[in-house]
């Protein structure tokens, strides 16, 4: 299914029909669109009201027209580890900063739930967390999560300043300010995958990215990169890194092969891309940031420490 949503602690799965599958029959579609069940299991779940249709229970032939809402609710599913131990770097009545872990989702998504920060959060904060900033599954460091939906509107008028390091492939320059536009990449099997361009192609939908990237280190084979982001867009670190011909180390879709990505999805990395990737998770952490308190005014500072591993593997 596309997504995970939370009622309470019960997981949900569900879709929102598109125009590909008006008219199908529930389990034409289903068998058809997510083969890790076969037609029979489908149908069972159908039958016994695991999966409905506009939170109704319906038979296997019933009709799916345009926007309905497929919901499948699996219970409870094992899911593949993660490292559940964040660290709080700051926190008041009014908001929390996190030290993510760099193998750890922030929001439910695919076999994640449980495993999630969302979850971990939740479960000594109470339900009423809104996350300000996010960071992929992979990136590690600093996030701010409000306690309260008016302090996340306050915090998200007013973004905060957010600086990363990463370790990347080669020797990189100086400094880099790099302008320019994101926008899908045409050429990846990976629907999600973006590119980073100067000039965006025409009759594309692109959104305008600006990083700074400075080195701060290296050894002629890598470098170590302090970054600061202008615009906050999805991937822009990675897909600007890509683009520059330094990709970040460890990074499985915007690294030296987005083959790697394929294959850890279908559970299949060898040692030898293992050996290629050199570490377990990107390269890429949030390092510092700095905002003003939305309710006392204060401006605030927080540093989340850097991996060690980013330095003891490079530059040791």
């Known amino acids: 299914m596309n997504r995970n949503t939370e009622y309470g602690d ?13 008219n199908l029959p529930l389990l ?17 779940l159908i039958d016994d009201g695991t999966v409905t249709v506009n939170r109704e229970k319906c038979a296997p032939d019933r009709i799916l027209h ?29 908001l ?75 020797d990189f320059p100086a400094e880099i300010d790099a302008h320019g536009f994101l926008f899908r990449d045409p050429a990846s099997l990976v629907r999600k995958k973006r590119r980073f361009a100067v000039r965006a192609p025409e009759n594309v939908r692109a959104e305008t990215a600006e990083t700074f990237l400075k080195k701060i280190g290296g050894n002629g084979n890598f470098s170590h990169l302090e970054i600061i982001l202008g615009t906050g867009r999805m ?27 394929l294959r850890q999805k279908n559970d299949a990395l060898s040692d030898d891309d293992r050996a290629k990737l050199i570490l377990t998770r990107q390269a890429l952490h949030s390092y510092r940031i700095r905002f003003r308190h939305p309710e006392t005014r204060e401006e605030i500072e927080i540093l989340a420490p850097e991996p060690e591993e980013f330095r003891s593997e490079f530059f040791s």
């Not at 034409?28 to 299991?41: I, N, P």
């Not at 897909?239 to 990709?247: C, I, Q, Y």
């Open 10 to 22: 019960t997981r949900i799965v569900k879709t929102a029909i598109r125009w590909d599958a008006d």
């Open 28 to 44: 034409v579609f289903l068998a058809g669109r997510f083969t890790y069940r076969d037609a029979g299991e489908w149908r069972r």
């Open 66 to 94: 345009l926007h309905d809402i497929v919901e499948y609710r699996p219970g409870e599913l094992p899911e593949p580890p993660a490292e559940l131990s964040y660290r709080t770097l700051y926190e008041d009545d009014a």
């Open 96 to 170: 929390i900063v996190v030290g993510k872990p760099g193998n750890l989702c922030v929001h439910p998504a695919g076999p994640f739930f449980k495993h999630t920060l969302w979850y971990l959060l939740r479960a000594r904060y109470g339900n009423d967390i809104h996350f300000v900033n996010r960071l992929d599954r992979e990136t590690s460091g600093a996030m701010i999560v409000a306690r309260r939906p008016g302090i996340a509107a306050a915090l998200e008028t007013a973004p905060a300043e957010k600086t990363y390091r990463a370790v990347v492939h080669g």
């Open 235 to 261: 991937h822009q670190i990675r897909a600007t890194l890509l683009a520059l011909g330094h990709p970040v180390v460890g990074d499985k879709l915007y690294g030296l092969d987005e083959a790697f990505y």
